[in-house]
Structure formats: C-alpha cells, structure tokens
C-alpha cells in the first residue's frame, strides 16, 4: 500500500511518495521488495496514488512487480487501496504499508507462521495513533484504532499474511465496507468482519522485541535511523 501523501512528515515528502523516504541510503520500498524478494515472493503489487509517476518511471515494465493506481487515494483511507489492488490477488498474499518496515527475522516468522490470518502484534507499545489489537491466546478477536489504551494488548505493525482461503471474504467485505460509504476506513475494519465471523484461525504472532517502524511522523523516522538492525541493510544492499 503505497497511495498516501505523508502530509504528517511535513516538506519530507512533499515532492515524492513517502515511501522513498531514505535511511542509510536506501528507501522505504526498496526495504520491503529486499524483504519480498528474498524470500522468493512475487508478484508484487504495489498501489499507487501519490506521486504515481514516480512509480511508474521507476518500476513500469519491471518484471514480478504490478503497478495499480488508486485515482481516489485523496478521498480514500487504506481500504480503498486494497480494494484498487484486490482483483490482482488469487493465492495467499501478504498485506504490507509500505511506510512500515521491520527486522527480516520478524518478516520470517510472519511468512513461517501457520493461519489463516497472521497478524505481527507488538506487545510492549500502543498509544493513540496505534492500530491496537485484543487477543484471546494466541487468536486475535478485535484490531481497530478505537480500543481504548488500556483494552488493547498491543499494536498491529502493518504487515500480515493473509491465506487464500480468507480470500473471497475479504474482497466482499472490503467492496460491502465501500459500497457503504465507508471511504475513511482502514483496511483492518475488512479483517474485523472476519474475525466476527468466528469461522478463521486468525493468528496474533510476537514481535518478540524485533525491530520494527511505521514512519508517521519525524519522531518515527529518526528512531527508525537509530535502531534499524545491520541485518535489514544489507537485505537491501543485496537485492537493489
């Protein structure tokens, strides 16, 4: 998912996607395509909305990645990206932000995990910008950004594994949310309507302390530049 401005990191991104936001020299995407990559995972779909030129002078005709334009990504949250995105999906997929990005150990466990539904789920942090999610066990049962502080037991990092069994569910909540009118929902509200339906293994993985980062704001970015792992890096200087 890479539609969105990056309004909140001010001039950083005022003239490029925010997923091309660099540290220690190499963007955002190409951290997750190393992630993606390495682990033999194609195609690529990334949904563009922001700055989509950009996208496709830098990845228009390049083999395993698809490009997918979101022309409302200014009237739409998360949930219309992954709509504009969806008809490409057959088989399992992985769900990522691509503001988001995390340690290549936590990224195999994600992909290792067994479930319907794998969702990363930091136990040590929420506040009131997180996606928080509530688990019985090891099943995750509620995940929104309206749990207050103190129900949730963590925060969704922004990457999930998502089986094709789950599929056709998902893009029918996803277009039922939309043809609802529901265009400032994220796409975790999809993932919500499946766990109400109590029918899926939906599994809430640890990140265990591994690194990880949203970049929302500079505080996040500067963060992310202090604490991401070597083993990250030299992922992406490998598959650039």
Avoid at 91 to 100: G, N
Avoid at 169 to 198: G, P, V, W
Wanted: net charge negative.
């Amino acid at each position: 998912m890479a539609a969105g401005k990056g309004s909140r990191l001010g001039g950083a991104t005022q003239d490029m996607p925010k997923s091309f936001i660099e540290i220690n020299g190499k963007r955002l995407i190409d951290y997750n395509l190393a992630l993606l990559r390495s682990n033999g995972i194609n195609p690529i779909i990334i949904v563009t909305g922001f700055c989509d030129k950009t996208f496709e002078d830098e990845f228009g005709g390049m083999q395993g990645i698809e490009l997918a334009y979101n022309p409302f990504y200014e009237q739409t949250n998360v949930l219309g990206s992954f709509w504009v995105g969806m008809h490409y999906l057959k088989e399992d997929f992985l769900f990522i932000h691509a503001d988001s990005i995390c340690d290549p150990g936590l990224f195999h466990d994600l992909i290792t995990t067994q479930g319907d539904i794998v969702l990363p789920v930091d136990y040590d942090t929420y506040n009131e910008e997180a996606m928080g999610v509530r688990c019985v066990g090891t099943q995750a049962v509620e995940i929104s950004k309206k749990i207050p502080a103190g129900e949730a037991d963590g925060e969704f990092i922004g990457y999930a594994k998502i089986s094709k069994n789950v599929l056709r569910h998902i893009k029918e909540e996803t277009t039922d949310l939309l043809r609802n009118k529901e265009f400032s929902e994220y796409f975790e509200a999809a993932i919500q309507r499946i766990m109400d339906k109590r029918q899926y293994d939906i599994v809430a993985i640890p990140t265990n302390g591994k690194f990880w980062a949203e970049i929302d704001f500079i505080e996040d970015y500067e963060k992310a530049v202090r604490e991401i792992p070597g083993t990250l890096v030299q992922a992406a200087e490998r598959w650039s």
